[in-house]
Each structure stands twice: as C-alpha cells, then as structure tokens.
C-alpha cells in the first residue's frame, strides 16, 4: 500500500488549498484516512479524520475553516483548507488507519503515512 500526497505549495493568508491524497495497492477497503501536520519545532498533531462512514473529526484550531472529505472508490482523502493563517504552515501529512489489503495469497491490516506536503502561508 502506498500513499501519494499532492497539493500543498505557497499562498498568501486568507488563502485557499486543496490537498489530496490517493491510496493505492490491493486495497479492500479503508477504515479512517485523515490528515496530520507538523509545524517547525514542533510535534505533529491531528489535523482531521474521517471515517468511512463519512464521520468527521477536526482540530479545534481549524474548525469552520478546513473540510475533510473521501472518495471511498478512489481510496482518496481530501482536505480544502479556506482561509489560512501563517500558523497553518507545516508539513501536512496523510494517515490512513485500518486498511485492508490483499498479498501473498491473504488479507492483511495495517496503518500507513504519506510522503508529506509542504504548506506555507506568507502574512
């Protein structure tokens, strides 16, 4: 299983971005994908998730403003982020948890992480 994160890049504050993240492999399905971020000098931290039954969960630092949604049959997670803030800048990374994938002859689940994706806001 892999995943590939794409979207991040620079915006001005009170900006927009789209980030998304695709699965791939022998994927049978996906039970919460989701997106955490690490700033500079600091520890990495939730972002959002969501369910594959479409249940949401967010920081409270990004409530109102970031929307986390899925494509199930793409094995995509996305994540519009509206009106960023310089404290938005970080690495943002995917997770996908409890995904179960099919190899060497028998179904497997595990977590994964994506490569990474830089955002930074300018003020």
């Known amino acids: 299983v892999q995943l590939q994160a794409s979207g991040g890049g620079l915006v001005q504050a009170g900006g927009s971005l789209r980030l998304s993240c695709a699965a791939s492999g022998t994927i049978f399905s996906i039970n919460v994908m989701g997106w955490y971020r690490q700033a500079p000098g600091k520890a990495r931290e939730l972002v959002a998730t969501i369910t594959s039954g479409g249940s949401t969960n967010y920081a409270d630092s990004v409530e109102g403003r970031f929307t986390i949604s899925r494509d199930n049959a793409k094995y995509t997670v996305y994540l519009q982020m509206n009106i960023l803030q310089p404290e938005d800048t970080a690495v943002y990374y995917c997770?996908?948890?409890?995904?179960?994938?099919?190899?060497?002859?028998?179904?497997?689940?595990?977590?994964?992480w994506g490569q990474g994706t830089l955002v930074t806001v300018s003020s």
């Open positions: 997770a996908v948890k409890g995904v179960t994938y099919y190899s060497g002859g028998r179904y497997s689940t595990n977590d994964y």
